[in-house]
């Protein structure tokens, strides 16, 4: 080695002939440990891959039992309604109670059932005066008509206009908003029963048992209530212009804001009818035969 000039640095030996190399990340560019990374998130991607195949699995068997669901309510709904033409009676009542158990199965059909069971009524008790004893079917429809639950109905009512039946059994039967009316309820049974806001304009009650009925807000114009036991029945805001209530049993209704305007109250004993005013909330209600007697 020659003598160092003055001013000039040594030079570091270098070690093996290597050249310095500055340092990485711990594993970069080192195919081992890429492929070691990949090898441990392997389980969680196949993880998530499960759980999107077993949410793509459940919506498809969803879809199709739908679909199947409806398949099979169309059915039941369509053989019902075609053994309510059947020339049994006792296998048309049978239909009736299928269609029951389709609008309590699928509570969506519920309107279609109402529509059904109240065409069906109007068919065969429109032309003469039908009684349970002679018409099994048709107090089977109306028993399942006034039982249903109205929260499914979706907006459609009862339509029963112009129908005549005799001593039917309608007992805390809901037939709010129901149009009935020229509908013939004479001799009938609807204690308890549901009739606000129905359209009972020109129905003929007479002997009818309405015994705490609610009758709120129902048309009553011109209806004929001869006779009818009315006891306790709701009449609040009820429209009874021209009604016949001779001989009716109003004790204890609540007649608070009815328009009774010619409405006609015969007294007891042939006492001839007493035009009553139209009540308004808060007034006394007006005198009935039983008041009359006192």
Known sequence: MGARRPGQRRRAPERNGARAVLPTAAGAGDPWQRAGLVAAMLPGLAAVAALVFTWVSVWQ?????????????????????????????????????????????????????????????????????????????????????GQRDPAHDR???????????DDIDLRRADLGGANLAGAVLSHSNLEGSVLSGADLHGAVLNAT???????????????RLRAAVLVSADLRNASLHKADLRKADLTDADLGGADLSAAEFAGVDGDPPVSQPSATPGSPRPAGPRDAAR
Do not use: C, W
């Open 61 to 145: 068997v969803s879809q199709e039992l739908t679909i199947s669901q409806q398949g099979q309510s169309a059915d039941r709904f369509d053989r019902a309604i075609e053994r309510l033409d059947d020339g049994s009676a006792n296998i048309r009542r049978g239909a009736v109670f299928s269609l029951q158990g389709v609008m309590e199965d699928y509570p969506r059909l519920q309107p279609a059932v109402i529509s059904a069971l109240s065409e069906y009524i109007r068919d065969h008790a429109s032309k003469k005066p039908v009684t349970p004893d002679k018409a099994p079917d048709i107090q089977a429809a109306l028993s399942v008509l």
């Open 209 to 223: 048992v309405l015994t705490g009925a609610d009758l709120s807000n129902a048309r009553l114009d011109s209806a």
């Open 155 to 165: 907006g459609r009512a009862i339509d029963l206009g112009g129908v005549r039946l």
